[in-house]
C-alpha cells in the first residue's frame, strides 16, 4: 500500500511564503510523477504543478514566477515553494503521485489546507 503525507500547509499573509512537503511510502518501485492540486471552495480541483522523474516540470499559469516544485526522488518526497501568495491560492493543496508496485497506481494524499489573508 503507497501512501502520501504532507505537511506545511497553514495560514500566512497576502505576500507571504509556505513550503509544502508530500512524501510517498510503501512498496514503491518507481515513481513517475509527483505533482500538487488545489481546491478551492465551490472550485474544481485543479493542477498547480508537477514533476516528473527526469526532472520536467509544468505549472499552471497562475503559479508561474511564484511557485517552485522540486523533488527528492532518493527520499521519494515533492516539495512546492510558494512565495507571493495572495488570496486567491487559498485552496486545499493535495500531493499526488504516479507510483509503480507491481501496477501502476495515481494515488493521492489527504490534503493540506492553505489560507492566504489580504
Known amino acids: 500500500q503507497v501512501q502520501l503525507v504532507e505537511s506545511g500547509g497553514g495560514l500566512v499573509q497576502a505576500g507571504g511564503s509556505l513550503r509544502l512537503s508530500c512524501t510517498a511510502s510503501?512498496?514503491?518501485?518507481?515513481?513517475?510523477?509527483m505533482g500538487w492540486y488545489r481546491q478551492a471552495p465551490g472550485k474544481q480541483r485543479e493542477l498547480v504543478a508537477n514533476?516528473?522523474?527526469?526532472?520536467?516540470?509544468n505549472y499552471a499559469d497562475s503559479v508561474k514566477g511564484r511557485f517552485t516544485i522540486s523533488r527528492d526522488n532518493a527520499k521519494n518526497t515533492v516539495y512546492l515553494q510558494m512565495n507571493s501568495l495572495t488570496p486567491e491560492d487559498t485552496a486545499v493543496y493535495y500531493c499526488?503521485?504516479?507510483?509503480?508496485?507491481?501496477?501502476?497506481?495515481?494515488?493521492w494524499g489527504q490534503g493540506t489546507l492553505v489560507t492566504v489573508s489580504s
Open positions: 499526488s503521485a504516479g507510483v509503480k508496485v507491481g501496477t501502476y497506481l495515481v494515488v
Open positions: 514533476i516528473i522523474s527526469d526532472g520536467a516540470t
Open positions: 510503501g512498496s514503491i518501485f518507481s515513481i513517475n510523477f
